[in-house]
């Protein structure tokens, strides 16, 4: 076995990356490179009817955008090749032959639904492990159908050290003799999995821990053939969180669980890598946030937790949004403009001010369209918004200030920003008030809302003066129909 740590990465082209499936190659990725070895991508494509068109593109376009850089692969190439288990078809019925001369397997002639074959509790039976070798000749001879199964030790157990999970026995007898050929020439999915590990030079695989009870069917067949077997590391599974704070097994009614839809969504590639390896790792430090370079530098097996991890949606919207807040401004203004979906109205020539408001408060890009929909439409509002007890404000003392506001407003030629901030304050200090009482009352009338994106003079800016002296009359208005109807 090489020296060099390898791990890989072998996914089914079967549709989307699902959450899961990246935390795997992320901890392969991230194990390999902390220890200056390499990552490879394997594409298992075995079983043909599961098979989706174009979702070996969905594999590399989600490494690449994930930052998961592989080593070898089916589209680099590399000294272990084909790395398409498809193309490796001759390979795998060579080593299932190897195995029946050395009696660890045997052919079995028995088809799905035969009576004959099945044991009570509905598994297979061993109807064919020991067929006279007469017999077994005359069948093949005839051309007649069979798979080639794993001869599974009756007596014993076979025991592992996990690197997680530490060390682990199974009872052989719980063991069933499973397929390793199938009827059409092609590998099962296990058995695929162990020669290819082993030509591959693998030395570390690292998987879900729901591949744990079939562990020991790999490691007979490591035996079986004389290989040195690597060294395993089972991960956690993933829960989800339900809506009434519950958790169950992570699958599509907790949203959106495979990477691309999160991406589509405006979470960061960076910020999905950041919150998944919190999935099952933490770091011997409080450090939360991490570059992928930190990531590969932090990461230890050690840190792997063995119980389940939870997907949360709060968690994940909060490391995105420091991601966000972290970007490039440049950056941030280019990739969420899609998102805000304003190209063509009055705030396109202003997203440059709307995107620095918006930047470290938003947790995904999709947040956008509904933090800035009061600047489209004035939200109906309650009157107890005007009131605010460290401003010392009031629905009276509001409709003061708003009058004021409307006449220094309707005076100002320069709509600017600085223009509009010298005018607020030099409204304020008229009116003996600090900046922010003044600007209290102005902000619900302009929004309806206690917290927005920016102050008040940064709506004052985004709006414009037509649609910002408007505003500030409704309010008054407001205020006016309320205080007649209490007189009344």
Known sequence: MSDTVRTRFAPSPTGYMHIGNLRTALFAYLFAKSKNGKFILRIED?????????????????????????????????????YTQSERKDLYRKYALELVEKGAAYYCFCQKGDKESESLEGGYDRHCRNLPQEEVQARLA????????????????????????????????????QVLLKS???????????????????????????????????LLLYQAF??????????????????????????????????????????????????????????????EIFTMDELISQFSVEGVHKSPAVFDY????????????????????????????????????????????????????????????????????????????????TPESSTAILHKAITTLSALEDWSEESLLAAMTALAGE??????????????????????PGGAIDILYLLGKEESLKRLSHGIQLISKENLVDEK
Request: aromatic residues 10%; proline residues 6%; contains cysteine.
């Open 431 to 452: 009116c003996g008030l600090k900046l922010g009482p003044l600007t209290w009352p102005v902000r619900i009338a302009l929004s309806g809302l206690t917290a927005t």
């Open 226 to 287: 004389g290989w040195e077997t690597p060294r395993y590391i089972h991960l956690p599974i993933i829960n989800g969180r339900n809506a009434d704070g519950s958790v169950s097994k992570l699958s599509k009614r907790h949203g959106a669980v495979s990477f691309q839809a999160l991406v589509e969504q405006g979470y960061l590639p960076s910020g999905i890598v950041n919150y998944i390896a919190l999935l099952g790792w933490s770091p011997k430090s409080e450090q």
């Open 142 to 177: 005839s051309g007649e159908p069979y798979v080639i199964r794993q001869r599974i030790p009756l007596e014993g157990t076979t025991s592992w050290n996990d690197l997680v999970y530490g060390e682990i026995s199974v009872e052989n007898s719980t063991l069933d003799d």
């Open 314 to 393: 709060q968690k994940l919207g909060w490391v995105n949004g420091l991601h966000i807040t972290a970007q490039d401004p440049a950056v941030f203004l280019r990739d969420a403009f899609p998102y805000a979906r304003i190209e063509g109205t009055f705030l396109e020539a202003k997203w440059p001010k709307l995107a620095s408001l918006l930047q470290s408060r938003i947790t995904k890009y999709s947040d956008i369209p509904e933090k800035i929909a009061f600047l489209f439409q004035l939200p109906e509002y309650s009157l107890d918004l005007y009131t605010h007890k460290k401003n010392k404000s």
């Open 46 to 82: 075995t079983d043909q009817g599961r098979y989706v068109e174009g979702s070996v593109d969905v594999i590399y376009d989600t490494l690449r955008t994930a930052g998961l850089v592989h080593d070898e692969g089916p589209d680099i190439g590399g000294d272990y090749g084909p």
């Open 184 to 218: 059409d020439g092609m590998p099962t999915y296990n058995f695929a999995n162990v020669v290819d590990d082993h030509l591959m030079e693998i030395t570390h695989i690292i998987r879900g821990s729901e591949y744990l009870s079939s562990n020991p069917k790999y």
